[in-house]
Nanobody
Framework: QVQLVESGGGLAQAGGSLRLSCAAS???????????MGWFRQAPGKEREFVAT????????YYAYTVRGRFTISRDNAKNAVYLQMNSLKPEDTAVYYC?????????????????WGQGTQVTVSS
């Protein structure tokens, strides 16, 4: 079982940057490196959508086309943490951002494939 806590959200201007962090608590004998990780977001009045995902060892990642080239997902398995570096922010990036985890092997973009979720962190981008 995994507990996830996001942080780093806040207010940014268009063109600015924010870095989100997600701290994971993993119940033994499982280890953080056994989980693929994802970031999703939900804007007001919209459904939650995929943002980025990273493999267990951090060697592979995949992004939604809306954030490709601007956002970077990374992880530190020694620290049980995953990050989302967000650059060139746009007002349409405004949303609650959620960290997610799943024990599957391959990269996954579908929300239904993730078993564990954080409480979310608000990101607001002003124009």
């Amino acid at each position: 079982q995994v507990q996830l806590v996001e942080s780093g959200g806040g207010l940014a201007q268009a063109g600015g940057s924010l870095r989100l962090s997600c701290a994971a608590s993993v119940r033994t004998p499982s280890t953080f490196s056994g989980y693929r990780m994802g970031w999703f977001r939900q804007a007001p009045g919209k459904e939650r959508e995929f943002v980025a995902t990273i493999s267990r060892n951090g060697g592979s990642s995949y992004y939604a086309y809306t954030v490709r080239g601007r956002f970077t997902i990374s992880r530190d398995n020694a620290k049980n943490a995953v990050y989302l570096q967000m650059n060139s922010l746009k007002p349409e990036d405004t949303a609650v951002y959620y960290c997610s985890a799943d024990g599957g092997q391959y990269l996954q973009t579908r929300e239904s494939e993730y078993d564990y979720w954080g409480q979310g962190t608000q990101v607001t981008v002003s124009s």
